[in-house]
């Protein structure tokens, strides 16, 4: 009985310590070498693996960043300035600042400006939905209110508000990753320029029909007036396709062209509330 | 022993027949007030405008003209003016180009005979009846729209041994080819010899299904007179209006995956399309009408029209005794390929075969539940194909294992969708993935 004991222990050692030599040999002869410094570098990078950098998560761009000679091009949108400054100090090449972006959503068609027409109860998502039909209004541009833009959001930065029932952008969780952009079939989400102080002016439409048929079906349109391209003093709007665009690098945040819009469809964000006008005041002095 | 009627093996469906509108005559739709007659109504690329607003057209004008070989000329289905170029929404839900164009009067184009004579001898050359189809913008009027004359000119290298005439109409509640096969039968047989002498071919199998007795015995009678022609009564399974299904149910041959039925020598056409190329060809008359079945369990007079192209789709339902007040949803097609339009004003292209429409109490999807692995979209699938998997992949996006899956084989005929007890949303995903993995294949071509 002893001796079975013994012999099988015995044996079990052996094949033990004959296996670690080889498993060891092995090791060594075909060790992969790798830059230290990818390792130092994915530990800087905020370890979100969303893929907003273009490059197969953190570790991708890790190794983008340590053996790339010119990273400039390269960019977490995550991690920021900050992020990219430290790596850059690491590997001892230039970077340059980038103004940090943010997810606007281009549609402002809430039940109340654009009324359903259509009744869908088919999958619900965006991606299923616009292969059957343009939308549940008769605007054909707009947002389908589906939420494929939530469902990929790594951040938890994007929510369909239940009385407009169009996605709103957490500015605190939004990392101008990206995914949205690309999750959305209408292309209605922009990486834009976040501003100072989150402030910003952007036309929250992309309906390209002529302006009555955009009307008829949604009160916030852009009709294509020309309005504020004509208003502003920078030059910083342009209109192609019956569809105005506002370049937030020339944008000078004056908001005349938000004052001239008849539809309301320039938004301003964070802005601090606008004095009531000289006639208002009087009405509200005769009224009160 | 009993004569076991032909069908193909693999799958197929039983859905309810609904046949209404079967023994109502085609009626002629009055002419609309205006037409919008969308640009793309076929496969392949869209044809380009050659009116500018304010022309005044005829009926039978060529008013887009094709824009290479897989492409179809559009020509005016009215005369008037033409009122504007704007993009129209049609069954597809998005607006797509079109010419909108205002009923003046009925004045046609001289060259198109109208009379009711039928023209029995066929002059033209094989070459000639191609041409003049690709001039008369005829497309498959099954419901798929491939333009006509690329299936007659066969490639080099193959050779076509037989033809075969689609009458088996298997969606429920279509009639408009069983109307067609028995009000415009004499005309049908001599499109038939048309299309023979065009693809030289000795022999042509019509494939209609049992539940059209009356047309079977009709066209069997008539057969006779007409050379090579033979009619093939079939049993009544849900797809057998798919070509590769109609091919294996006929001839017992099938299309090898990813081929076309010219591979093993056959071409199908429609009854609808040979009745029009008989019109192009015997009588110079361009597509600018077809007969469509309108229906529906609360419509008051489900009936089958002959409408002029770009007519509303309203105009239909009103003539058909207005739209009930439960209604939930409205078809371009049948129940069970046809897709809900968003809006009753898209016209009726090319393409529409039936307009029905659906109760509010039958129009709603049921919930999704969870797969019980029982198979049975396995078991219907005509194709032979895993719809339980393609789904799962489909959720997962493994496209490239699909492509081995063989999807693209999936002809969306919805029978898995139809079967399945948990109400899966199969045949989405399937539909969906279709197009990346259509992607991923024109990527590699390229």
């Keep these: ?39 130092e570098v994915e530990a800087m990078l905020p370890g979100a693996n969303c893929g907003g950098c273009g490059y197969p998560g953190c570790r991708g761009l890790a190794d983008a960043l340590v053996k790339s000679d010119d990273i400039s091009s390269i960019f977490c949108p995550v991690g920021g300035n900050e992020t990219m400054s430290k790596v850059a ?31 869908y109860n088919g999958i619900s998502s965006c ?16 947002c389908l209110g589906l939420g494929d833009c939530v469902a990929v959001c790594k951040f938890d930065a994007i929510y369909i508000d239940p009385v407009s029932l169009l996605p709103v952008i957490d500015e605190e969780k939004c990392t101008a990753c990206g995914a949205c952009v690309k999750a959305c079939p209408k292309l209605i989400i922009e990486l834009r320029k976040k501003g100072p102080k989150g402030k910003r002016i952007f036309v929250s439409c992309m309906n390209t029909d002529k302006g009555g048929v955009a009307r008829k079906y949604c009160s916030v349109a852009c009709i294509g007036c020309f309005k504020c391209v004509k ?10 396709n019956n569809l105005a665009y506002i370049d937030a690098n020339k944008c000078k945040l004056c908001r005349k062209c938000v004052e001239e819009c008849p539809t309301d469809s320039i938004l301003e964000v964070n802005f601090p509330p606008r004095k009531p006008k000289v006639e208002e005041q009087a009405q509200n002095a005769v009224t009160s | 022993m009993l004569n076991v009627l032909k069908t193909f093996k693999k799958g197929g469906v039983h859905p309810p027949e609904n046949k209404i509108s079967a023994v109502q005559p085609v009626e002629v739709l009055p002419l609309p007030a205006k037409v919008f007659i969308p640009l793309s109504q076929h496969i392949g690329a869209p044809a380009e405008a050659l009116v500018a607003k304010g022309d005044r ?18 020509h005016s289905s009215v005369s008037g003016i033409v009122e504007s170029l704007e993009p129209v929404m049609d069954s597809s839900g998005y607006k797509r180009p079109a010419i909108t164009i205002n009923v003046e009067g009925d004045d046609w184009e001289p060259s198109v005979d109208r009379s009711p004579d039928l023209r029995k001898e066929i002059t033209l050359s094989a070459q000639d009846i191609v041409k003049k189809i ?37 969606e429920p509640f279509l009639t408009s080819d069983h109307r067609l096969m028995l009000e415009r039968s004499h005309e049908l047989m001599v499109g038939i010899q048309i299309l023979m002498k065009a693809l030289d071919v000795p022999k042509a199998l019509i494939g209609i299904e049992i539940n059209k007795p009356d047309a079977i015995s009709h066209l069997q009678s008539l057969a006779k007179s007409y050379g090579g022609i033979e009619v093939q009564p079939l049993k009544v399974k849900y797809p057998q209006g798919g070509e590769k299904q109609l091919i294996k149910a006929l001839t017992g041959r099938e299309v090898p995956s990813g081929g076309l039925p010219i591979d093993i020598g056959v071409v199908v056409h429609n009854v609808g399309t040979a009745l029009a190329v008989y019109e192009a ?19 008051a007079r489900p009936s089958n029209f002959l409408v002029r192209i770009g007519t509303p789709v309203s105009a239909l339902i009103a003539a058909a005794g207005g739209l009930p007040d439960d209604t939930g949803k409205v078809v371009s097609g049948g129940p069970m390929m046809g897709k809900a339009v968003s809006s009753i004003d898209v016209p009726v292209t090319k393409g529409t075969s039936g307009i029905l429409v659906i109760p509010a109490t039958e129009s709603k999807r049921k919930p999704e539940g969870v797969c019980i692995r029982c198979a049975k979209c396995v078991s219907v699938c005509p194709m032979g194909l895993e719809p339980y998997l393609l789904y799962r992949m489909g959720q997962r996006m493994q496209y490239s294992q699909m492509e081995v899956e063989r999807v693209l084989d999936c002809m969306e ?34």
């Design chain 1, 231 to 240: 208003v502003c003093p920078y030059e910083a709007i342009t209109l192609e």
């Design chain 2, 281 to 299: 060809v015997q009588k110079s008359k361009p597509l600018v009408e077809r007969i469509v079945t309108v229906t529906g369990k609360n419509l």
């Design chain 2, 57 to 74: 057209v005829k009926a039978g004008q060529l008013i887009a003209k094709s824009t290479g070989f897989v492409s179809a000329n559009v």
């Design chain 1, 127 to 142: 991606r299923f939905a616009s292969t059957l039909y343009s939308g549940d209004t008769g605007c054909q541009f707009g």
């Design chain 1, 89 to 119: 100090t690491l590997l001892g090449r230039a970077v340059e600042a980038k103004d940090p972006q943010i997810a606007v959503v281009r549609c402002s068609g809430s039940p109340k400006n654009r009324k359903r027409v259509v009744d």
């Design chain 1, 1 to 39: 009985m002893s001796s079975v004991l013994t012999t099988s222990i015995l044996m079990l050692t052996i094949l033990g310590v004959v296996l670690a030599v080889i498993l060891y040999v092995v090791a060594q002869k075909f060790k992969v070498e790798e830059d230290p410094r990818i390792d």
């Design chain 2, 413 to 446: 005929c919805g029978s898995c969708s139809f079967e399945c007890p948990a109400n899966l949303f199969l045949l989405d995903f399937i539909r969906l993935s279709k197009v990346e993995v259509g992607k991923i294949v024109r990527e590699r071509k390229n």
């Design chain 2, 134 to 170: 690709a001039e008369a913008g005829i497309v498959g009027l099954g419901g798929a729209t491939f333009p006509t004359h690329v299936k007659l000119s066969v490639p080099t290298g193959k050779k076509a041994e037989m033809l075969v005439i689609n009458g088996v109409e298997c």
